[in-house]
């Protein structure tokens, strides 16, 4: 892309970066610090970053992949702080492990996932969403039932609402989903 196709980005363009991004890239900070208040301060000065350095306006990809990459770097260097090990003493860190491409990789993959299928969710009518999430909990159909007083055969109806939306949504990350359901 050329210099002049380029743009600061607009307050706008940044408060839906920040809301389309912020949710999974704590979550992806979390799965290295496993500390969900220090992804969260993590993510923001990640954020505050971008905004100070006035970053272009290329494409969403392109600075979703920068965000990914900044909050695996400061987690990184977070870890290796003094501060850090001398509050995490006991606790064995496999920092080899966690610093490799393919750790990074497969975390990116697990949030995107993960947030896809959360999106969808909320999409769905409110029944059909509480019948969701009460059978990823592992409610049987008879607890979501009494949990919801409804009939079996209407949890059973919601089920398959939910399953053909989600699917015509999901498209091919359902198999995925499904995939992982039968691990768990």
């Known amino acids: 892309m050329s210099k002049d ?11 839906s970066l920040f809301d389309a991004l912020y949710p999974p890239l704590c979550l992806f900070a979390n799965k290295y610090l496993k500390d ?4 969260e301060d993590i993510v923001q000065e990640v954020f505050i970053k971008i905004w100070e350095q006035k970053i272009q306006s290329l ?7 920068y965000l990914y990459t900044a909050v695996k770097n400061r987690c990184l260097n977070y870890l290796k702080s003094k501060y ?9 860190i496999d920092f ?5 491409e393919e750790f990074f990789h497969a975390q990116i993959t697990i949030i995107d996932t993960y947030s896809q299928l959360e999106t969808a969710i909320k ?10 999430r009460l059978s990823l909990k592992d409610y049987t159909n008879k607890e979501i039932a009494q949990e919801m ?5 209407t ?19 359902l198999n995925i989903f499904n995939f992982f359901c039968t691990l768990f």
């Open 5 to 15: 196709k380029l743009h600061p980005m607009s307050i706008e363009g940044y408060k």
């Open 36 to 39: 969900m208040a220090t992804s």
């Open 59 to 65: 494409n969403f990809y392109a600075i979703k992949s």
């Open 84 to 92: 850090h090990k001398s509050l995490v003493q006991s606790t064995a």
């Open 96 to 100: 080899d492990q966690i610093a490799t």
């Open 123 to 132: 999409k769905l009518p409110k029944k059909c969403e509480r019948v969701i």
């Open 149 to 153: 007083s409804i009939s079996k055969n």
């Open 155 to 173: 949890v059973k109806s919601q089920k398959r609402i939910a399953y053909e939306k989600l699917r015509h949504s999901l498209g091919s990350l």
